[in-house]
């Protein structure tokens, strides 16, 4: 795993604040409404979070088309910055989709405040480059997902 580009580098806004969006990263309830393309899912029985540095992220995503496609999620956070940065390796295994083998990718998103109350979020990735495409669309599709999400996140109590 090359570490000196990232092979992805996304940045986007989003309507919210940057505590929202951090949130909807960190807390397994909203991680489960949004992540992934549109139609996967997340049992909610199979996320753990232990977020902080040294911690872990550990998921399983359910393809919509075929529920026997379970790719299992797991990052080790190197490096988390309650509100600015999730920085880990992402291990992806599990019954993938064919031609995918599971791979290793450091994984980088920081929070940034923006004019009225909105956040921009940049996303570095660093992945076998055969995924650089496809992971986009993914997160093309899981941020369209997380826009509907941000909109009712207030309704969902804080811990």
């Known amino acids: 795993m090359r570490t000196t580009t990232p092979q992805l580098a996304i940045s986007r806004v989003f309507d919210a604040p940057r505590k929202l969006v951090y949130r909807a ?9 949004w992540w992934g393309p549109i139609g996967n899912s997340l049992p909610r029985d199979e996320i753990e979070f232990d ?3 040294g911690g872990f992220q550990r998921w399983t995503e359910v393809n919509a088309s075929d529920p026997g ?5 797991h990052v080790d956070l190197t490096d988390v ?25 450091r994984l980088r998103i ?7 109350g909105r956040t921009r979020l940049a996303i570095r990735q660093w992945l076998p480059e055969h995924l650089a495409r496809p992971s986009e669309e993914g997160w093309r599709q ?17 811990r």
């Open 25 to 33: 990263f960190t807390d397994p309830e909203h991680l489960a409404a």
């Open 81 to 105: 910055v309650d509100g600015e940065l999730i920085d880990g390796i992402m291990r992806v295994s599990g019954r993938l989709q064919e031609g995918v083998e599971p791979f290793e990718t």
């Open 51 to 53: 977020v902080r540095p």
């Open 142 to 158: 899981a941020f369209t997902k997380l826009d509907a999400d941000l909109l009712n996140v207030q309704l969902i109590p804080e």
């Open 110 to 116: 920081e929070f940034h405040d923006e004019a009225d």
């Open 69 to 73: 496609l379970r790719v299992h999620v």
